[in-house]
């Protein structure tokens, strides 16, 4: 088994403490799934004080025999902007010699910018969700 390690940042206009609640604690209901797409998750920790969450996706389509898991880690700080940075760190535990590819990892973290900037724009646009 191999490990991968990717981390990255993106910056919102919420404040961390209200990007928290949408995209955590009332994610279900304001990210859209897609129907084609086949995950089991595993939530490791989620610290609404630290304002941390981990999760793993331990099983799906994306998997091919070749990744054991993926564990993603978000920490949301405040910007100096007044928004937020999400610090996000994904790690790819790998099955025999497979490696991640620079498009996979692209790929991955233009699904992840996405959605936090459609949460961004549902909470500017929604101010008492």
């Given at each position: 088994m191999g490990?991968?390690?990717?981390?990255?940042?993106?910056?919102?206009a919420i404040l961390p403490a209200k990007m928290f609640k949408a995209c955590i604690l009332d994610g279900e209901n304001l990210i859209p799934k897609e129907a084609s797409h086949y995950m089991v998750e595993k939530v490791e920790a989620s610290d609404k004080d630290e304002l941390v969450y981990s999760y793993s996706v331990i099983e799906g389509s994306v998997f091919m025999n070749k990744l054991e898991k993926i564990t993603y880690e978000t920490k949301l700080e405040p910007s100096s902007a007044g928004g937020s940075i999400s610090k996000i760190s994904c790690k790819y535990y790998t099955i025999g010699d497979f490696e991640i590819t620079e498009e996979g990892l692209k790929a991955g973290k233009e699904k992840a910018l996405q959605m936090l900037k459609a949460v961004d724009a549902y909470v500017l646009a929604n101010p008492r969700h």
């Open positions: 490990l991968f390690t990717h981390e990255y940042e993106v910056i919102t």
